[in-house]
């Protein structure tokens, strides 16, 4: 039987609810305006590298959450918490985990409504948020002549899985950046809030540069042509000394909260 990844997975259930086009957020009216709502799930054997701890794994959770709504330019006013927790877990560790929310919850500035526990093989926190606009920035809009801008350098937190997983050599300076990048990454929400109005589309990107660019540009109907590679100096060095591909890096790597957007060149420099 052949595996399916997640994109065919979506598409499957989209076919079955009627529905073709994704966005980073679902909405629907709310009177004169939109209720925007997201849910991601972490699951533990697979969403938490080595070394991170559960407060870090609260806040992972909650992070993937406001980057969708940053990339639509939305700031999320309420979550709802699911978890399954192992029966093994002492009371210290689920106090970890709820104070990783809870303070989640004062970094981003939503409140917390509450949700549902129940006890699994491992741990898994389900989330979703609810927000407020009078619109979002789509995915599709990009025109003709747009910039393509990105809020931070690619290749970095791909890099910092293989040092930590694969034990791969990373200069001191770089490894606590790369680090860093993987166990407290850092959504742009303020940015994606103030800037909304100026862009022609956008879209969150921690399913990699490559498939962000690509879902894009096939929205929009329009060729996207990139001049430049958006990465720290310090990953080629990484790369040669790794014998790792620094293109694959930076196009390939997923894990980066950061906002693709496109931008008409009136509105770049503001």
Known sequence: ?????????????????????????????????????????????????????????????????????????????????????????????????????????????FKILGGDTNEGEELVLSVSFFGIADDIVHRKGARTGDSIIVTGPFGNASAGLK????????????????????????????????????LSSAMDSSDGLSTTLVEMSAQSKKKFVISSLPMDPDL??????????VIDLVFNGGEEYEIVATVPQKNLKK
């Open 163 to 198: 040092h930590v997983m694969s034990g791969k050599k990373a200069e001191p300076k770089f490894a606590r950046k790369i680090k860093d990048t993987v166990y407290h990454p850092m959504p742009r929400l303020g940015f994606g809030v103030s800037a909304a109005k100026y």
């Open 1 to 109: 039987m052949t595996k399916l990844d997640e994109k065919e997975i979506i598409k499957i259930f989209q076919k079955g609810f009627g529905r073709q086009v994704s966005e980073d957020v679902e909405t629907f009216p709310l009177g004169k305006k939109l209720c925007v709502i997201k849910t991601d799930t972490l699951v533990e054997s697979t969403d938490i590298p080595p070394k991170m701890t559960l407060h870090d794994a609260a806040r992972k959770s909650i992070v993937a959450c406001v980057s969708d709504f940053a990339s639509k330019g939305v700031r999320p006013s309420y979550c709802i918490i699911s978890v399954a927790i192992p029966r093994k877990y002492s009371a210290k560790k689920i106090k970890e985990i709820a104070d990783g929310f809870r303070d989640a919850s004062k970094e981003f500035g």
């Open 236 to 245: 080629e060095r990484f790369a040669r000394q790794n014998r790792l591909d």
